[in-house]
C-alpha cells in the first residue's frame, strides 16, 4: 500500500494547487515525526500544516483549542472535505461524547478537536493510552521528503481496511494560551506537557499567530519545545489596508466609510464600552444596516445568537467590545473599524487582523481625535492596576499613538513594533496612497503652550482653540481671556489646524489632561524646551476634509473592493444564492461550502464541466462529487438566461 504524498492531498481533498509559504516544510517535518512550533499571521494557513500530517500519519491528530465555539464549525469544515473528524467538548452530552470516544477507539477518525480541560481528563488520557497502544505498528519515522514525493506507511498486520488506529500527531492550537502576561492565558495549557511525558513518540505541533519574543519564549519553555523547530512567518497582512482617520463626527464618518466601501459586506465595528456599543449598533440599524451588538454585559443566549447570525448570515455588521473576536475564523470579514482606540500596538494588530482571512482585499479603518487620548489615558490613571503595571500600559498606549500619528508606511510602522523589517511604500495603508506633510510647527506649538499656560492649565482644547483665534465666546469673556496676550495671536491658522496641533501636542506628551481638573490641559516637563525655543516641532498636517472627500470618491471609483462589479451581477448573485440554500439545509455557514474567493474563481471562469470545475482553487474531490452538479446547473441556467 503507498500512501498518498501531502501535495495529492492538498490537492485532492483541499482543492488548492500549492502550498503556501512555509506550510509544505512544516507539514514534511510533521509527517517525518519531528515537533515544531508555528508563528503564523491569522489567514496565513496553519490549520494545514497540521491536518495534512494527520491524514498522512497513521492515527488520528488530536487537535487541542480552547476555541469550543468554533470547533463545531471546524469539524463541519472538514466533513465537507470528506474527512473524518469529530469534536470532544462540554457542550455535547454524555452520549454523543461516548459516541465519538467510540469511533476514536475503532480508529474511525482522521481529526479530533478536544477542550485542554478534556483532554487533561484522566479518564481521556487513558483512553489515548489505549488507543496509542492499540496501534498495530510502531510510528514510523521517516526522512524529510521533497517535493511530490510520497509517504509510504507501513500496513499492520491484522489491519483492517479503513482502520485509523493510534494517535497521529499533537496539535496544540492557540499556543499562546499557555503565557501568563497574554490576555488569553489558559492556565490548563500549562499542564499540556503531560502529552510529551506521555506519549514522547508521537509528534507535537504547537501553533500561534502571537509575534512578541517573549510569548515565543514562553510557549517553548512552558510547552517543553526546546527540540522542537521553529517556523516563523512574516507577520505582514499585505491584503488590509490600514487607514487612521482624524474623528470629527465619527458616527458620520463610519457611515460614509461603510456606503462607500462596504455596502454589502460583513465587518466588525469596535467600541471601548458597551453602552457605546449598544447605542452604536441601534443606530446603524436605524440607518438601514444590518447591524447587531455583541458584549459581555449581554445575556448568553442573545450574544450567541448574535455571533451564530454574524457567522451564518452575509452582510452583517456586528458592533462589539473587544469581547467579540477571538476564535472568530469568518474568512470573509471585509472590514474591521474602530471607533475608538485600541488598548495597544497589539490591540490593534489583533482586532485589524480578524479581517481579510481569506487573502482577498480588506480595510482596517480607525477613526481617532483628541478625546480618545485624553480618555484612554484617563482610563490607565483611574485604574486599579499597580503603578507598574499602569507604566507598561502607558508605554502601550503611547506607541499606539506614535503608530496613529506617524506620516510613514503604517505597514512598516506595524511590523517594525513587532521586531520585523518591512520595506515601506506598501501602497496599502493611507500614508503610502496619500502621503502626508509635515510641518514647522514650532512657532505654534509655542503660542498653543502659551495659551494653555496663559489660561491657568485647566481648558480643554476647544476653549483654547478659540482664544487663539481670537473668538470672544461666552466662556471667553466669562473668564476674561479676551485680555489675554495669547488672544487672538493664532488668526492665521483655523480652529480645524488648532484642534489638531493640540491632539498631536498631547499624543506626544508635551501637553497632559488633569483629571481633577476635569480634563483641562496642561504643560509637562517636556513642553519647557519648546517654550525656551530650544527645541523645533514637527506636526503632521492633516488632511482637508473637503479634498479627502475628493480622494476617496477616486479611490473608491478605482475600487478594490473584490466584488466591485460582482455585486450586480445575476451569476455571481445566483452562485451566492445556491451557496446559502446549501448551507441552510446542512445547518452550516456559507463558507463551508465555498469560501468567497472560490466563487469568485467559478465566477470569471465560468466552467462547464466537472473537470473544469475540479481546477478552481476550492474545489476538492469531495465537494466536487457533492455540489459540482448544483453549481455547474447554476452556471448553466444563467448562460441560457445571458442569450
Ligand atoms: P489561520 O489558522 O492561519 O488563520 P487558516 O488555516 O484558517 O488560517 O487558513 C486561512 C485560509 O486560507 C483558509 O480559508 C484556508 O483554507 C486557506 N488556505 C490555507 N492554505 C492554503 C493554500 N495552500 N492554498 C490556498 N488556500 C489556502
Known sequence: MTS???????????????????????????????????????????????????LLRPGAGIVVSPLIALMQDQVDALCQLGVKAAFLNSSINADAAREVQGRLLRGELDLLYVAPERLLMPSFLALLDQIHSNAPFPFPTLPPEGEGHSFPLPSGEGLREGDNLGIALFAIDEAHCVSQWGHDFRPEYRALTVLHERFPAVPRIALTATADTPTRGEIVERLALEQARQFVSSFDRPNIRYRVTQKNNARNQLQAFLEAEHPNDAGIVYCLSRKKVDETAAWLKEHGWDALPYHAGMDAATRSKNQSRFLREEGVVMVATVAFGMGIDKPNVRFVAHLDLPKSMEGYYQETGRAGRDGLPANAWLAYGLGDVVSMRQMIDNGDAPEERKRLERQKLDALLGYCESTTCRHQTVLRYFGEEHPGNCDECDNCLEPVDTWDATLAAQMALSCVYRTGQRFGAGHLSDV????????????????????GIGKEISAAQWSSVYRQLVASGILESDIEAYGGLKLTEVARPILRGEQSVWLRRDADPVKRKAQRAERTAKSREPFAGANDDPLWLALKAKRTELAREQG??????????TLLEILSQRPTTLDELARVSGVGQAKLARYGESFLGVLKDVAHFDK
Not at 487663539?468 to 488672544?487: C, D, M, P, W, Y
Open 4 to 54: 498518498p504524498s501531502a501535495r495529492q492531498i492538498l490537492n485532492d481533498v483541499f482543492g488548492y494547487s500549492a502550498f503556501r509559504g512555509e506550510q509544505q516544510a512544516i507539514v514534511e517535518h510533521m509527517v517525518a515525526g519531528g515537533d515544531a512550533l508555528v508563528l503564523m499571521p491569522t489567514g496565513a494557513g496553519k490549520s494545514l500544516c497540521y491536518q495534512i500530517p494527520a
Open 468 to 487: 487663539l483665534i481670537g473668538k470672544a465666546t461666552e466662556r471667553v469673556e466669562k473668564f476674561n481671556h479676551q485680555r489675554l496676550s495669547t488672544f
Open 588 to 597: 452550516v455557514p456559507p463558507y463551508v461550502i465555498f469560501h468567497d474567493s
